[in-house]
T-cell receptor, first 111, second 116 residues
Framework: GQNIDQPTEMTATEGAIVQINCTYQ??????LFWYQQHAGEAPTFLSY????GLEEKGRFSSFLSRSKGYSYLLLKELQMKDSASYLC????????????FGAGTRLAVHP | GAGVSQSPSNKVTEKGKDVELRCDPISGHTALYWYRQSLGQGLEFLIYFQGNSAPDKSGLPSDRFSAERTGGSVSTLTIQRTQQEDSAVYLC??????????????FGPGTRLTVT
């Protein structure tokens, strides 16, 4: 079966660092995406990992370990506008076309 | 440039009625996807188009759901005899099949469907 797990909710303080974890079990793997979704809006692309290691992009970094079926999204210097849902998604199942999404992690950033 | 657009943004319909949801992908994007997001749930894959053909319809939840794409561009998702459990946000996404070695999908704003 296909399964993607991430925490339901997290809270953090403005200016701090937060790590959102994602574990996956899929019948194939062709890459992992992180998307950000503000309430009532469309998901927007944050990162893509297909090889093991860390990808850094400004305040956001994403890490992948294929052998462990594990990824995390690291957000540094948190801002209030980072309050959103963060969606982990895997291209799996042997196809290059279908994203399998986790339920998302709602992050609340407090002053 | 223009992003993915969807219409209507909101649709309220009575149980048993048919609805049509429209998606205009980014110009030049060959791949188009439909997803459904129910309240508090993750995005659920419905169907994938490559050009006008749909090689993967595995996510359509029942035969009341159908979709088509014409001219390799606009797509319509049709739900017949709507049920209350069809209430959700329907999201469309498009992609160049390969962008910088990734498969980034660009999402539209969604159509919020409410079946009363």
């Amino acid at each position: 079966g296909q399964n993607i797990d991430q925490p339901t909710e997290m809270t953090a303080t403005e200016g701090a660092i937060v790590q959102i974890n994602c574990t996956y079990q899929t019948s194939g793997f062709n890459g992992l995406f992180w998307y950000q979704q503000h309430a009532g809006e469309a998901p927007t692309f944050l990162s893509y990992n297909v090889l093991d290691g860390l990808e850094e992009k400004g305040r956001f970094s994403s890490f992948l370990s294929r052998s462990k079926g594990y990824s995390y999204l690291l957000l540094k210097e948190l801002q209030m506008k980072d309050s959103a849902s963060y969606l982990c998604a895997v291209i799996g199942g042997g196809g290059y076309n279908k994203l399998i999404f986790g339920a998302g992690t709602r992050l609340a950033v407090h002053p | 440039g223009a992003g993915v657009s969807q219409s209507p943004s909101n649709k309220v319909t009575e149980k048993g009625k048919d609805v049509e949801l429209r998606c205009d992908p980014i110009s030049g994007h060959t791949a188009l996807y439909w997803y459904r997001q129910s309240l508090g749930q993750g995005l659920e894959f419905l169907i994938y188009f490559q050009g006008n053909s749909a090689p993967d319809k595995s996510g359509l939840p029942s035969d009341r759901f159908s979709a088509e794409r014409t001219g390799g561009s606009v797509s319509t998702l049709t739900i017949q005899r709507t049920q209350q459990e069809d209430s959700a946000v329907y999201l469309c996404a498009s992609s160049l099949e390969e962008v910088r070695g990734s498969y980034e999908q660009y999402f539209g704003p969604g159509t919020r469907l409410t079946v009363t």
